[in-house]
C-alpha cells in the first residue's frame, strides 16, 4: 500500500540544490498527436477509420489493412498486467535518480500491449493469471504522454504514489500563491487549495482599501496569508518575490481587468490598456519575477515546485465581439503562456491553461447563463492540477466554444458576431 | 517448398578484431580492420573484392554506401544489414545467393561498432521510432528492460529457475577462458552469477551483456576460388530468417525461428540430433531458451528440462557458445550478430584453437535483433558444415 505523503521537512541549507532534470523528451510526429489528447485529460489510442484496428505505439499507417486513414478513439485503460520487472539501472539522469523503478507489460482489452509505469498498489503480475490494472495516460515532466497503471480498484493514499506524483501537481502540502485573493475567483480559489491541503496558501491582495464582502474570513482561514501584490507595479512584483519567491510551489495567476467594450462603443485606450497591464503585463511581470526561483526548486525537494496556472479565457481563442478588447488582452496572455510553457518546461515545471467561459461575477451580469460559478473553477482548477492536465475548458460554454473551435476557428469567428 | 541448395559457395576466412571495452575510434576504424584481416589472411587484393555486405549501429551518418569511398573499394554488389544480432546469418544467406547466382564472385562480409563514452546512451535514445516514443521515455534504459520483462513471464510460464539461466552463463564462461580475445578474463560460479548485483528484476548483472567497441567478419565465395586460395571453408547447409513474427502473441515467449525450423532442416537433409555445436545469440539468457525451443532442440516450454539434462562446455553434451558468447566476449554493437557465426566456421573448419569442438562436423547459428518496441523482430538461423 503507498504510504501517505508527509509534509516535506525544512531545506537544509548546507545540502546542495538539486538541479532537475527531465526523461527523454523526443517524439515522433504521430506521439505528440496522442500527447495532445493527453495533455487535454484523454486518453486515446489510434484508430484505424476504415477497420476498425486500434493499435500502439502510434503510427502513420494502419497495421491490419494499411489504410493510413487513422483516427484516434477514446478507451477505458482496462487491461491485465501480463508481466513485469523493477529496473535498479538506468542511463538516464531523470531516471537514475528515481530508481527502483517498476515497469510493466499491460495487455489491453483492445489486443494490444502496452509499456507501462507500475503504481506501486498494482499487485504483482502473474503469467497464468489475469491480473487486472487500469492504464492511465499522463504527461510526464518533459511534457510529454506516458502510461501508467493503476490498480483495479482504488487503494489508500493512491495519488501520493512516487512515479504518479511524478505526472502530476496535487497541492496536497504545496504552497500556493494565488495572484488575486479579492475577487470572487480568488476567493473560491484561496477556498479549494486549502481545502486540498496546501501547506500554505498566500493571497495576493491589491488595493487594500477596497474589501469585499467575504474577503475578510478568507484570509482568516487556516495556513492562508495575505500578501500585497500590485501587478500594475513591478516593484512590488518583485518585493513579493523577494520574500516568497523562493517558497511558492503552485502559482495560480488568477488577476485579472475584465471590461465589456468592443472597439466602436468607447472612445480612448485607456480601458484597453487597463486590461492589457494586469491580463497580459501582469503576467509578464510574474513569470520574470517568479519563474526563475520556480524554476530552481523543481526538484528540490519530495514536494518540489510544480505549477504555474493562467486563469485565461475561452475568449483568447475566439474573440467576443461585446468584449473585444478583454479577449484580445486574453489572447495575449494565451500567446505569452505558450513561451512560458517553453520556458517552464526545461525544469519540469507544468503551466496549466484555464479557458473558462463567462464567470457569474460583476462583469458578465448582462450576459445570459449558463455562467460558471466561482467555486466550480477553482475546483476544476484543483482537479486539473490533481490530474496532471495541461488544457481545461471548464463550464458548458467553454466546452461548446471549445468543440466549436476545434471543428473551424473560421466557422466559429462567424457564430461569435451573434453571441 | 525448401529453398535451393547453396551449390558451390562456401564461407571462409573467420576474423575476430579484438574488443575493448571503450574506444575512442569510430565504427569505420574497426570495419577497415576487419576487411584489411579478411585480405591478409585470405591472401586475396582489395581489388579482388567486388561485394561487400555491412553492419554497423555506429556508422551514422555513413552507410555502407559512404563506407565505400571511405575505404577506397568500388564493388558491384552490396548490402546494408541494419539487423542487429541477426545481422550475420542475413549477411550470409545473402552473399551466397549473389555468389551462386553471379552477381558478385567473392563478398566481404563485416560487421564492427563503436563504443565511445557515453554513446551507447545516445545510440539507445534513438534506437527506434516505437522505442523512443514508448519505450526510452519510461526509464528502460534500453534493452535491460525489455528481455527483464520477457524473462520474468518465460520464468513464470515455464517454470524456469535462476539456476538454469546460471547454467549456460557459467558454461560459456568456461568456454571463455580459452578464447583468445574474451572481455572476461575470470572465472565465473554460479553462487556469483545468483547473487550478482540486480539490474532489472529478475535480471542480475551477469544476465546482460557488456556494450563494447569491435569487428568481426568473413569472406563467401566460390568453393573453386576458396580451393585456389588454399584457404579452409565450410559448406551453407542450410539458412533462414524471419521478421515481426507472432506479432498477435501478447508477449513474445517464441521467436520467428518457431515459424521457420522445418525448412532449415529441410534444406540441410537432417534434424536437430546431427547437430554438433550450437552458436546461439545470447544477449540475455532467455532468448537461449527461445533459440532451442525454436531450433527443435527441445519442444516449446521445455528449455528448462533442456538446460538441466545436458551440458554446455566445449566438452558437453551441446557444445555451446563456444567463444563464451556475447555474455562472455562482450557485445561489440553488430559484431555481436557475427560473433556466433565467425566461431561456428571456425569450429567446422578446425581453426578454434583451444575453444576446438572435437569432430565438429555440423554448427548452427542463431541469431536475433532489433528490440524494436517490446520484443526483438529479427531472427535467423544457419548451419554450416565441414567440406
Known amino acids: 500500500m503507498t504510504d501517505a505523503l508527509k509534509r516535506a521537512a525544512p531545506r537544509n541549507p548546507i545540502l546542495p540544490l538539486r538541479v532537475p532534470t527531465l526523461p527523454p523528451g523526443q517524439r515522433s510526429r504521430a506521439a505528440l498527436r496522442w500527447t495532445a489528447s493527453v495533455a487535454e485529460g484523454r486518453f486515446e489510442l489510434q484508430s484505424c477509420h476504415d477497420c476498425g484496428q486500434i493499435q500502439y505505439p502510434p503510427r502513420d499507417a494502419c497495421t491490419n489493412c494499411l489504410s493510413i486513414r487513422l483516427t484516434w478513439k477514446p478507451v477505458s485503460g482496462r487491461g491485465d498486467l501480463i508481466s513485469e520487472t523493477l529496473l535498479h539501472h538506468s542511463n538516464e539522469l531523470y531516471y537514475r535518480a528515481r530508481v527502483p523503478l517498476r515497469l510493466g507489460l499491460v495487455r489491453l482489452a483492445e489486443g494490444v500491449t502496452v509499456l507501462t509505469h507500475l503504481h506501486g498498489d498494482c499487485p504483482v503480475a502473474k503469467a497464468n493469471e489475469s491480473i487486472p490494472v487500469r492504464v492511465r495516460a499522463h504527461l510526464d515532466k518533459a511534457g510529454q504522454a506516458a502510461l501508467i497503471a493503476l490498480p483495479a480498484t482504488d487503494t489508500p493514499n493512491m495519488a501520493d504514489d512516487r512515479m504518479l506524483r511524478e505526472m502530476t501537481s496535487d497541492p496536497k502540502f504545496r504552497k500556493v500563491l494565488i495572484t488575486d485573493g479579492k475577487s470572487a475567483t480568488g476567493q473560491a480559489l484561496v477556498k479549494a487549495f486549502v481545502d486540498a491541503g496546501a501547506d500554505i496558501v498566500w493571497a495576493g491582495l491589491s488595493e487594500p482599501w477596497k474589501q469585499p464582502p467575504g474577503f475578510d474570513a478568507i484570509s482568516k482561514l487556516p495556513n492562508v496569508t495575505v500578501v500585497p501584490l500590485e501587478l500594475t507595479d513591478p516593484r512590488s512584483v518583485e518585493d513579493l518575490a523577494g520574500s516568497i519567491g523562493g517558497k511558492v510551489d503552485i502559482l495560480v495567476n488568477n488577476a485579472e481587468v475584465h471590461r465589456a467594450h468592443g472597439i466602436g462603443d468607447r472612445r480612448g485606450t485607456e480601458t484597453a490598456r487597463a486590461e492589457m497591464d494586469i491580463n497580459y503585463f501582469g503576467l509578464l511581470r510574474l513569470a520574470q519575477s517568479f519563474g526563475p526561483a520556480l524554476r530552481a526548486r523543481a526538484a528540490d525537494s519530495a514536494v518540489p515546485s510544480t505549477a504555474w496556472v493562467n486563469i485565461l479565457s475561452i475568449y483568447a481563442l475566439s474573440a467576443l465581439p461585446g468584449q473585444g478588447t478583454f479577449s484580445a488582452s486574453k489572447a495575449a496572455a494565451f500567446s505569452l503562456s505558450q513561451t512560458l510553457r517553453s520556458e517552464m518546461r526545461g525544469a519540469g515545471i507544468r503551466v496549466v491553461n484555464v479557458f473558462p467561459g463567462p464567470i457569474d461575477d460583476e462583469w458578465t451580469q448582462t450576459l445570459p447563463p449558463p455562467k460558471l460559478a466561482p467555486a466550480a473553477l477553482a475546483k476544476a482548477v484543483v482537479k486539473a492540477l490533481k490530474d496532471g492536465v495541461e488544457d481545461i475548458y471548464p463550464g458548458d460554454v467553454a466546452q461548446d466554444l471549445f468543440t466549436k473551435w476545434q471543428e473551424s476557428a473560421k466557422v466559429l469567428e462567424r457564430e461569435m458576431w451573434d453571441q | ?387
Request: charged share 20%; glycine share 10%; hydrophobic share 40%.
Open chain 2, 1 to 387: 517448398m525448401t529453398a535451393a541448395p547453396y551449390q558451390g559457395v562456401v564461407i571462409a576466412t573467420p576474423v575476430s578484431i579484438p574488443y575493448v571495452r571503450y574506444s575512442t575510434k569510430d565504427a569505420h576504424w574497426f570495419l577497415a580492420r576487419a576487411l584489411s584481416a579478411l585480405l591478409k589472411t585470405s591472401g586475396l587484393k582489395k581489388s579482388d573484392l567486388d561485394g561487400l555486405g555491412v553492419s554497423s549501429f555506429t556508422l551514422f551518418p555513413d552507410t555502407a554506401v559512404g563506407l565505400t569511398q571511405h575505404l577506397g573499394l568500388s564493388p558491384r554488389w552490396l548490402d546494408h544489414l541494419p539487423f542487429g544480432g541477426a545481422s550475420g546469418v542475413i549477411a550470409l544467406r545473402r552473399a551466397a545467393r549473389a555468389v551462386q547466382c553471379g552477381d558478385a564472385s567473392v563478398v566481404a562480409c563485416v560487421a564492427g561498432d563503436a563504443n565511445h563514452v557515453d554513446s551507447f546512451r545516445a545510440n539507445l535514445a534513438n534506437f527506434s521510432r516505437f522505442a523512443r516514443d514508448a519505450v526510452y521515455p519510461l526509464g528502460s534504459g534500453g534493452p535491460n528492460a525489455s528481455f527483464a520483462l520477457l524473462t520474468s513471464h518465460y520464468m513464470q510460464s515455464t517454470g524456469a529457475e535462476p539456476a538454469d539461466f546460471g547454467k549456460l552463463c557459467v558454461a560459456q564462461r568456461a568456454n571463455a577462458l580459452r578464447f583468445p580475445s574474451t572481455l572476461f578474463k575470470k572465472p565465473l560460479t554460479l553462487d556469483e552469477y545468483l547473487n550478482a548485483r540486480p539490474i532489472a528484476d529478475p535480471l542480475k548483472l551477469f544476465d546482460c551483456v557488456m556494450p563494447c567497441a569491435g569487428s568481426e567478419g568473413f569472406l563467401v565465395m566460390g568453393e573453386d576460388r576458396a580451393k585456389r586460395l588454399g584457404i579452409p571453408y565450410a559448406r551453407i547447409l542450410g539458412t533462414i530468417e524471419r521478421h515481426n513474427a507472432f506479432p498477435e502473441d501478447p508477449i513474445q515467449n517464441r521467436g520467428g525461428w518457431a515459424m521457420d525450423q522445418d525448412h532449415l532442416y529441410s534444406q540441410a537433409g537432417f534434424g536437430p540430433p546431427d547437430i554438433d555445436l550450437f552458436e546461439a545469440y545470447d544477449d540475455y539468457p532467455v532468448i537461449n531458451c527461445l533459440q532451442f525451443e525454436g531450433l527443435g532442440l527441445c519442444r516449446e516450454g521445455e528449455a528448462p528440462a533442456f538446460i538441466r539434462k545436458n551440458t554446455f562446455t566445449i566438452d558437453g553434451s551441446l557444445p555451446f557458445n563456444t567463444s563464451g558468447g556475447q555474455l562472455s566476449v562482450g557485445q561489440a554493437g553488430a559484431a555481436g550478430g557475427f560473433l556466433g557465426l565467425v566461431q561456428a566456421l571456425r569450429q567446422v573448419t578446425g581453426q578454434a584453437m583451444k575453444t576446438q569442438v572435437e569432430n565438429a562436423r555440423h554448427a548452427l547459428v542463431s541469431g536475433f535483433g532489433m528490440i524494436n518496441y517490446d520484443r526483438g523482430l529479427c531472427t535467423g538461423a544457419a548451419i554450416l558444415g565441414r567440406a
